[in-house]
C-alpha cells in the first residue's frame, strides 16, 4: 500500500518512527514533511496529503500534529478524503470499518508509541465493511458533491 505521511513540527519525531513502521510493515511510505523539527504551520503539510489522496496517487495517509485534531480539519476540507482522529484500538478499527477512513490523525503529544504503532497496524489491515455504513457513506459523498466548489 502507498501511503503518504505528514506532520508539523510537534509529529516530527512521531512520523520518523511512524515511516519506519511502516517499510517494516511492507508498505511504500512517502514522507511529506516536514524535514526537520523547526516549527511550521501543520495546514501546509495536511494539504499535500489530502491532494495525494483526493488525486488518488496515494492509498491513504497519516497526519500528525500536537492533538491530530487540526490536521484532521484541514484533510476534510478536500473531496475524497476521510480523514479520521483516532486515539485508541477501537477508534482505528471503526474508522476503517464503519467510515472507510482513508487518512489516520494521530496526536503527537496524547499517545505513546506502542499504541500508536498498534493503532496503525490495526488501521491497515482492517476492511470497510460495506452494507449499511455504504449506504451512509454514499450520503457523505452526495453531501460532497453538493457543499464542495468543483475543481
Known sequence: MKIAVASDHRGFTTK??????LNQLGHVAFD???????????PDYAVKVAKAIGEKTIDRGILICGTGMGMCIVANKFPGVRATPCHDDIT??????????????LSADLLGDRLVNRMI???LKEEFEGGRHARRLEKLHKVEEENMPPH
Do not use: F
Request: net charge negative.
Open 32 to 42: 511529506y514533511g516536514p524535514d526537520d523539527g523547526e516549527s511550521v504551520d501543520y
Open 16 to 21: 520518523v518512527k511512524i515511516l519506519t513502521l
Open 121 to 123: 497496524e490495526i488501521w
Open 92 to 105: 482505528a478499527q471503526m474508522s476503517r470499518l464503519h467510515n472507510d477512513s482513508n487518512v489516520l490523525c
